[in-house]
């Protein structure tokens, strides 16, 4: 149906995973934030038209940082939902926190034209 093409279309992208992965990085950067080594890894369903890149992220950082980055990754890249987020400190005077975020990207690749 129209409706579900229109849905659709709001993921089309022809962005690579790793234009994703820079800009979340680059926000992680802007926050004073330390990101660890993060990884994702692709889940494809039979039948789905979407990819999805499951994309985890340990973070370290003030709590404030932490909730204003993942903020921002959610306003800027409207395709991702934040489906999980953690925080531990390591001792109660350590002014940074330890965070593992689990974001998932949706996108529909274009199809290249010959």
Known sequence: TAML???YDFFV???EITDYLAKIYNLAQTNG???R???YKVVRSKG???TQYQISLPL???YNQIRSFAAQV???IPVLS???ISFERKQAGDPAVEAEIMFTLYVEYMEQQP
């Open 37 to 39: 080594k993060g990884d």
């Open 48 to 50: 789905e038209r979407l």
């Open 60 to 62: 370290r950082g003030g």
């Open 33 to 35: 934030l330390e990101l």
């Open 74 to 76: 959610l306003d800027e």
């Open 13 to 15: 992208t022809d962005q």
């Open 82 to 84: 934040m489906d999980q």
């Open 5 to 7: 093409e229109k849905f």
